[in-house]
């Protein structure tokens, strides 16, 4: 496994040519591609992810080593059958209706991927019929909202109950973050969580799907 | 330059506890304090209380001009809150702020012409956010278009070019930079307006990031900003820059600024 740390470290830098080097290495040493995926791509995402929460990271230094990671991942795909890879979970990200700002949701769809969740990204705008129906659709295990008006809050909740007019809010786990939402309106709202950050919406899907 | 103070937020804790209790005291003080360091309005936002915004927002305007003969900039997204706080400003505020997205400009036209006010004209389209220098100018001039269209005079149109983050895309500095002097070149007359706190999101020293992309602001032709004046740091630096562009004749700003003890180097 000595082979993987400097594999880690690489993305943690995001250092492409570095990581990516690293990657093949591993192969070449006959490591298992969903082994150099968990316990050295995602291993070393789920680090920058906890220090980019303690502040330690900053956002640039967190999409590069994502960027990092990607490049990693295209050496790792021949190696995966397809739908071979093994995900933590389906996650449904969307900026809710009326709002346009995706700056950080796409922060968080990023560190989740990063993370190994199975993403599907609806955009911005999105209307609790299409959130309902994408759930229908996709069968996901968390819908996480974003919103960054105060205006567009209330979205949140009225997704929530059309989530519950169609029967399905028992089906998912709903993950809620931007900044002007708190954990108090999430609880109001009878969201599952709220997120502050890109960071910590990792651990928080993890926490709320009880994994580790 | 036109100032405008940005403290009486209810994003801002010791803000969003004295709407909470009442305390027009508190809230007339960081006024004053603004007033006192040279902002021209000051701003109100009571975004953060949701249901009760209306309510709390109509309050502050009260609040603040039955003490202060100043206007303020009223700031929400929300076109109804605008709508019922308007009526109890007195002289002309500044309405922040109207976007090209459809329902926005619909209810707030109405708002907007219904009384003489200057307002700040968001930078921001029908159903995306601008990226580029060319998006941002298109949405810009659409809506400079529209309202002197309806009547509103180029020189109370603050157009805002939207501030993004250089940390997740580092053209985001001069996206807003070119914009700001494209449109003050294809306007004259109009005014253009920011804040400074989003460009420095993600990164770490903000106040440093901020107090730079002021200076650039300004030497791209920015005419008014929505900032912190009792911050003496940004304060010395938004004087000097002035002076060194010649917007200060006899130095006489930055200097009275030294000698009333409103500017800092550190």
């Known amino acids: 496994m000595s082979d993987l740390k400097a594999l880690i470290e690489a993305v943690i830098k995001g250092d492409i040519n570095s990581a990516t080097a690293e990657t093949q290495k591993a192969l070449d040493s006959s490591n298992n591609a969903q082994d150099i995926l968990d316990k050295g791509l995602i291993a070393a995402m789920d680090e920058v992810g906890v220090k980019f929460s303690k502040g330690l990271l900053f956002v640039p230094q967190m999409l590069r080593s994502a960027r990092t990671m990607q490049e990693c991942m295209k050496v790792l795909e021949p190696f995966f059958q397809e739908g071979d890879v093994t995900s933590k979970g389906k996650v449904i990200i969307g900026t809710v209706k009326g709002d346009l700002h995706d700056i950080g949701k796409n922060l968080v769809a990023m560190m989740m991927e990063g993370a190994g969740f199975s993403m599907f990204d609806l955009g911005v705008d999105v209307s609790p019929e299409l959130f309902v129906q994408k759930v229908q659709e996709i069968e996901p295990d968390i819908v996480a909202m974003s919103a960054l008006l105060s205006t567009t809050m209330p979205s949140m909740r009225s997704t929530i109950e059309t989530l519950k007019q169609a029967g399905i809010r028992g089906k998912v786990k709903v993950m809620i973050g931007g900044a002007p939402v708190t954990d108090k309106y999430a609880r109001e709202i009878e969201a599952d969580c709220y997120a502050p950050d890109a960071g910590s919406a990792v651990t928080k899907a993890k926490e709320i799907l009880g994994i580790s | ?266």
């Not at chain 2, 330059?1 to 305390?23: F, L, P, Y």
């Not at chain 2, 002289?91 to 926005?104: A, C, D, F, H, Q």
């Not at chain 2, 999101?201 to 912190?228: E, K, M, T």
């Open chain 2, 1 to 266: 330059m036109i100032i405008v103070g940005e403290k009486i937020n209810t994003s801002r804790k010791s803000i969003a506890e004295a709407v909470e209790k009442g305390d027009a005291s508190y809230i007339v003080k960081v006024a004053s304090e603004q007033a006192e360091a040279g902002a021209h309005y000051i701003d109100v936002n009571a975004g953060t209380f949701l249901e009760q915004e209306t309510e709390s927002l109509c309050w502050l305007v009260e609040t603040v001009q039955n003490e202060l003969d100043l206007p303020l900039c009223l700031d929400s997204p929300n076109p109804n809150a605008l709508s019922e706080a308007i009526k109890y400003h007195k002289g002309e505020p500044m309405i922040n702020s109207i976007s090209l997205e459809t329902e926005r400009f619909r209810t707030l036209l109405p708002v907007i012409t219904s009384q003489p006010c200057h307002v700040v004209a968001l930078c921001m389209a029908e159903t995306s956010m601008p990226t580029t220098v060319e998006d941002r100018v298109r949405v810009g001039a659409e809506l400079i278009n529209r309202l002197t269209d309806a009547g509103i005079p180029l020189k109370k149109i603050y157009v805002d070019p939207l501030v993004q983050p250089v940390s997740v895309d580092t053209q985001m500095g001069i996206a807003t930079l070119g914009a700001i002097a494209k449109i003050m070149n294809d306007f004259p007359g109009v005014n253009t307006i920011c804040g400074l706190s989003n460009i420095s999101f993600g990164l770490p020293r903000r106040h440093l990031i901020n107090r730079s992309f002021l200076s650039l602001c300004l030497s791209y032709g920015l005419s008014a900003v929505i900032l912190d004046p009792t911050d003496k740091q940004l304060m010395a630096t938004l004087l000097a820059v002035e002076m060194l562009l010649n917007h200060d004749e006899y130095c006489q700003n930055f200097i009275t600024a030294y000698q009333t003890g409103r500017i800092s180097d550190r």
